[in-house]
């Protein structure tokens, strides 16, 4: 048999165990989506990953690419959890992903296993800063394999995260999920809400255990990132060559085309993903949609699939957000299909959100908060950037 028909095969298995492992609703419309359970959306189905924390290696990028390009729109989103999403697969392109994708090592064949698995994020630059505490990844690995061999039916709530937070050249903190371990001071705490507390090396992997338990026992708890402190460090930008074997690039709005992940797998390249959309490389690479420079003015701009990516979508968001490039004059823009604001929950200093009748303006907020003008078009919107920007006001 070949390997292409023992692949199409495992495929078919797999789809009926996750179909049995999830709920029989499992791709309607609005699920969450993950390796296991794609979701439909406006222009298809659409598959996640989560990338080992090690990365990608050519051989996956090169896989994605071809998956991409053949089933899909030919693109790929960055989350901002550090997950790459594939859209615009047919039905039967996305029931075969997961497997096809398993065996390459992007994820994990059991469904519950993978559900698991995928809470955990780890610093983007472990093992490759030297500032980075060196036990990051090790202790990363430990918990995922707790987490794998947690009773059977147990299943983390949906969003809910867990962080290896090694610090380093990236602040102690700046990875933000429900229980995080944090190196800091040469200490690791664990941290969830408000509280935190210091824990001797050998009893990380144990006390995480419990507190993941205990949090994750009752349904209906409020989540502990709502009640974590705010991060009020600063990420450095990770764009260009900033340590040894790392060369940052952010994606223009967060897509990298098929063709640049081909050409990254061509190069060699292995890539780990940031949880702000952005690319490390081992190598340089150019390409028309990956930004390198700090100063790239498109690196301001924010969008959601919106019109034609989304059924929700009352805009085509994407287009809107790069001609207004131009005119931002150092301003972050963030502009959302509608109010549900999928691609950016922070404050921006320009935030726009489509409706039937136009965009609703919001200055220094996000898109639930109160619009200072509404039903403008893209024309009122640059006129608005540009009077702001001349009379040097900071807007209201
Ligand atoms: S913000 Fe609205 S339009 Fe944009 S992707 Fe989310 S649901 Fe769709």
């Given at each position: 048999m070949s390997q292409g028909m023992q692949l199409f095969l495992c495929a078919r298995t797999g789809f009926e165990r996750y179909q049995a492992f999830m709920s029989p609703d499992l791709m309607r419309k609005g699920w969450c989506p993950s390796l296991h359970a794609p979701m439909q959306t406006h222009d298809g189905w659409l598959v996640r990953v989560t990338p080992d924390p090690e990365g990608l290696s050519p051989e996956q990028l090169a896989f994605l690419a071809e998956y991409a390009a053949r089933f899909g729109n030919a693109r790929m989103t960055l989350t901002s959890r550090g997950n790459l999403q594939l859209r615009g697969l047919d039905e039967v392109s996305a029931r075969d992903f997961p497997q096809l994708a398993a065996a390459r090592g992007l994820g994990l064949a059991d469904p519950e296993a993978e559900s698991r698995r995928r809470i955990l994020f780890v610093s983007p630059l472990a093992g490759k800063d030297s500032s980075c505490a060196p036990e990051t990844l090790p202790l990363a690995r430990a918990l995922e394999a707790a987490l794998i061999s947690f009773p059977p039916l147990w299943r983390p709530p949906e969003k809910f995260s867990l962080a290896v937070d090694g610090g380093g050249h990236l602040p102690v903190g700046a990875l933000r999920a429900d229980i995080a371990l944090r190196h800091d001071c040469g200490t690791w705490r664990l941290c969830h809400g408000p509280f935190s507390e210091l824990l001797q090396p050998h009893e990380l992997i144990s006390a995480t255990v419990v507190l993941l338990k205990r949090l994750t026992?009752?349904?209906?708890?409020?989540?502990a990132l709502r009640s974590a402190p705010p991060f009020m460090a600063e990420v450095p930008?990770?764009?260009?060559?900033?340590?040894?074997?790392c060369h940052g690039v952010k994606a223009v709005l967060g897509e990298v085309s098929a063709a640049s992940c081909a050409g990254m797998a061509r190069a060699g390249i292995s890539a780990r993903l940031t949880p702000w959309r952005g690319l490390i490389l081992d190598q340089p690479f150019e390409a028309p949609d990956l930004m390198h420079d700090p100063a790239d003015p498109r690196r301001l701009a924010e969008a959601c699939a919106g019109q034609g990516g989304c059924s929700r979508g009352q805009a085509l968001t994407q287009r809107d957000a790069l001609s207004l490039v131009p005119d931002l004059g150092g301003r972050t823009l963030h502009v959302s299909?509608?109010?549900?604001g999928c691609a950016v929950r922070d404050t921006r200093d320009v935030t726009l959100v489509a409706q039937k009748d136009g965009y609703d303006l919001i200055w220094h907020g996000t898109t639930a908060d109160r619009p200072v003008e509404s039903g403008l078009g893209v024309e009122d919107v640059r006129r608005r950037l540009r009077q702001n920007r001349h009379e040097g006001r900071t807007p209201p």
């Open positions: 026992a009752s349904r209906g708890m409020p989540r930008p990770l764009m260009g060559q900033f340590l040894p074997g299909g509608c109010v549900k």
